[in-house]
């Protein structure tokens, strides 16, 4: 049987550089060798592709690289990666890839335009406000507020504001990592998180729902630190998780999804809040996605085949026809 070639992107530019390192070599392993051939390709802090061998060859060599591959599973996370960079290169290049196309990873990136195309199909959103620097002195304290930028991953940049006293330095971190932020009202519920796949016969699967136990914000160092307890499949009555799942599919499918997402909420008395949606979600075996996956049986190798199959099953673009005159 001929192996499939799949070229596997990690690392990026953005503060999530080790964090898809992670993935991106957790994934490597995780193919088997008898159906799968694996190139790896890095992107490194500064934007050099690196080879295998961490050689930098040049992005020409990497362009050669992905070319004679069948299918790449890009795992770059957040800016320059998830948010459609990525994407737009395969398709410049013609290869199939894993995970959703241009104009979804662009939008998702964007949590104020995601709170906008959710609240459309009926999904609710935080109050909140958006801001750029020179507008950010006009907004007006009024209770506790969650502050983060717009596009960044992994919490960074994000600060719970119980005090009017912590809101300036709560912007300055923020706007250090983008250039416009958004600033929304404290949501009380349970953080639960929903994965959807789309397969390659169109159809949908749902993950069971993984529920976030943090003592306080879920932030980068709850993320990273190991403080934090996921609980899955997350304990619901028929009526929460049938409006969970619906809303998570319905943000899935308003965003433009493809493959793999990851839609995040709040669970509150009211329903669902969602928070955000990730295109290119934590991808080693410990990560949310994948755990969830593994409570239905799809476990870790097995999730990357439905990725890849799922790819290689998308139509292809057709060659523009010279139009003779």
Known sequence: MTRVTVAIIGGGTSNEHDVSLASAAAAASALDPGRYEVVSLTIDRDGRWLDS?????????????????????????????????????????????????????????????????????????????LLDRSGAHTYTFTGPVVVKPVASGSSVGVALVSEESQLAGALRAAFEHDTRVLVEDVTMGREIDVAVMRRVDGSFI??????????????????YGGSADFVVPAQLDDVARTRLED???????????????????????????????????????????????????????ALLDLLIEEALGRPRRQPAKAVIM
Do not use: W
């Open 53 to 129: 061998a961490g050689c930098d060859r040049g992005f020409a060599h990497a362009m050669g690289e992905l070319s004679r591959c069948d299918v790449v599973l890009p795992l770059v996370h957040g800016p320059h990666g998830e948010d459609g960079q990525l994407a737009a290169l395969c398709e410049s290049a013609d290869v199939p890839y894993a995970g959703s196309g241009v104009a979804a990873g662009a939008i998702a990136m964007d949590k104020h335009v995601t709170k906008l195309l959710a609240e459309t199909v009926g999904v609710a959103t935080a109050p909140g406000i």
């Open 247 to 301: 809303a998570a599919l319905s943000v899935y499918q308003v965003l433009g999804c493809a493959g793999l997402a990851r839609i995040d909420f709040f669970v509150t008395s009211d329903g669902p809040v969602l928070i955000e949606a990730n295109t290119t979600p934590g991808f080693t075996a410990q990560s949310q996605v994948p755990r969830m996956f593994d409570v239905i049986g799809i476990d870790y190798s």
């Open 206 to 223: 749902v993950s069971p729902a993984l529920e976030i136990r943090a003592d306080g914000l879920f932030d980068t160092d709850a993320k």
